[in-house]
C-alpha cells in the first residue's frame, strides 16, 4: 500500500493531513515534483524529484503504481491512468475518482480546454475551504481504513 501525491500542485494543507495520516498508520507516501521538496522525518514519508517538463511527475506516478495504490491528484487525465492501472485516485478536495465518475470528469476537462482555447475567460478553481479540508481527510481515512481491513476498492 503506498500513497503517491502529485506534489507540484498539492496544497500545503492537504499535503499535511497526508503526513499526519502516514504518521499514525505507517503507509508509504511519495510526494513527486519536478523541483526539490521538503518531508518530515519518518522514513515512510519521502519524496521523488523529476526531471522538468510536461508530464514527467505523472508519468513517472504511473509508471511506479501498485495495483490498489493512491494516488492524490487534481489533474483528471493522470487520475484517469491511475484507475485504469488498478489504483485509486483523490482529489486534493475530496472527490474520489471511479470508474462511474472519471469519464464526465475528462468530458467536463475537454468542455473547458475548448471554451480556454476559444477566448472564453472561464476563471480558475476555486480557493480551498475547510470543508474541502474535511472532504478529503474524510475520503483519505475511509481509504486507509479499507486498506486496512484487507478489502479492495
Known amino acids: ?7 507540484d500542485a498539492c496544497p ?9 495520516a502516514a504518521r499514525r ?8 515534483a ?7 522525518g519518518p522514513r515512510n514519508i519521502d519524496s521523488l524529484q523529476v526531471a522538468p517538463g510536461f508530464d514527467v511527475a505523472d ?10 495504490d493512491l494516488v492524490v491528484t487534481s489533474d483528471i487525465p493522470l ?5 485504469e492501472r488498478g489504483g485509486a485516485a483523490l482529489s486534493p478536495r475530496g472527490e474520489l475518482y471511479t470508474r462511474e465518475n472519471i469519464r464526465s470528469r475528462l468530458n467536463m476537462r475537454d468542455f473547458m ?3 480556454r482555447a476559444s477566448g472564453i475567460q472561464t476563471g480558475g478553481p476555486a480557493p480551498l475551504r475547510k470543508g474541502d479540508r474535511q472532504a478529503f481527510a474524510n475520503q483519505l481515512d475511509r481509504w486507509l481504513a479499507k486498506r ?3 478489502a479492495s476498492h
Do not use: C, Y
Open 113 to 115: 480546454d475548448t471554451l
Open 79 to 83: 487520475a484517469a491512468e491511475v484507475i
Open 25 to 32: 498508520t505507517g503507509v508509504r507516501l511519495t510526494l513527486v
Open 34 to 40: 519536478n523541483q526539490p521538496l521538503h518531508t518530515p
Open 1 to 7: 500500500m503506498h500513497i503517491w501525491i502529485d506534489a
Open 12 to 20: 500545503a494543507v492537504i499535503k499535511e493531513i497526508l503526513f499526519k
Open 148 to 150: 486496512a481491513s484487507g
Open 59 to 68: 508519468n513517472e506516478i504511473v509508471r511506479r503504481l501498485g495495483h490498489g
